[in-house]
């Protein structure tokens, strides 16, 4: 009889612990159907910037003060406020390009994609980027202590050429050319000792030196483009032994 008791309860207990697995696993699949849902929900990258207006205003959840208007073709959200009590300007605002690419502004100011590459790096893919940012340019517009410094003229044109890069094919002539220009603007806000040079423009100093030694020595004292000097050659050559020697020990 007891033998017979036991064998039930062990039964019972499998056949529970069956169950629970079962529950889990069905629970299991009902998240992830809902993950998938909501994250094909969230997509927006194939939608016209009028959708996305239609969209934005079914949310029930969006950061506040915000209005949305269409302009040309062009996805405009934008907060009003104003000076004075009299003049009304707008505080901040963020534009969606028929390409889904976005600009920021506050005030007059555009703010630098590098302010929210957490958020977006190149189009907008997913509404939840698009209310972020929204929520960012709310905070900006509201706190002082946290608004992006306004940037130079330089910095701006150096934000527009890496984004520019970034989407050239690496292989591609123009890719090589415009890397040239965004590295010298780039060593344009360093002082001599604190430059550090690219592999590529490196070589390519290493070979005009070598063409021409006269040709270098003109281009540094002219100052017009900003290559390694002689000695900075001779260090990255010394180098560049080197490790070659330590590689030819190990092997």
């Not at 189009?123 to 939840?128: D, E, G, H, I, R």
């Not at 002689?230 to 560049?240: E, G, H, I, N």
Request: charged residues 20%.
């Amino acid at each position: 009889m007891h033998l017979h008791i036991s064998r039930r309860l062990a039964l019972h207990v499998v056949q529970s612990a069956a169950s629970a697995a079962s529950r889990h696993e069905l629970e299991g699949r009902r998240l992830e159907m809902l993950e998938d849902s909501f994250a094909a929900d969230d997509v927006i990258e194939s939608l016209t910037p009028e959708l996305i207006k239609d969209r934005l205003e079914a949310e029930s959840a969006l950061p506040g003060g915000f209005r949305i208007a269409i302009v040309q073709g062009t996805l405009v959200i934008y907060r009003l406020t104003l000076i004075d009590s009299t003049v009304l300007c707008v505080q901040g605002s963020l534009i969606v390009r028929s390409d889904l690419t976005v600009v920021a502004r506050i005030g007059d100011k555009e703010v630098p994609s590098t302010e929210y590459k957490d958020l977006l790096h190149g189009s907008l893919q997913t509404m939840s980027q698009l209310v972020n940012l929204m929520a960012h340019v709310k905070a900006w517009c509201e706190d002082d202590q946290i608004r992006p410094a306004p940037l130079s003229s330089l910095k701006v044109a150096i934000n527009c050429l890496e984004e520019h890069v970034d989407m050239l094919d690496d292989s591609s002539d123009d890719h090589r050319k415009f890397s040239f220009i965004l590295e010298q603007l780039k060593l344009t806000t360093k002082s001599k000792c604190r430059r550090h040079y690219s592999p590529q423009l490196t070589v390519f100093t290493y070979l005009l030196h070598a063409s021409s030694a006269a040709a270098h020595k003109v281009l540094l004292e002219q100052n017009v483009i900003c290559l390694p000097s002689v000695s900075t050659l001779a260090k990255t050559s010394q180098q560049y032994q080197q490790q070659q020697q330590v590689v030819c020990k190990n092997t």
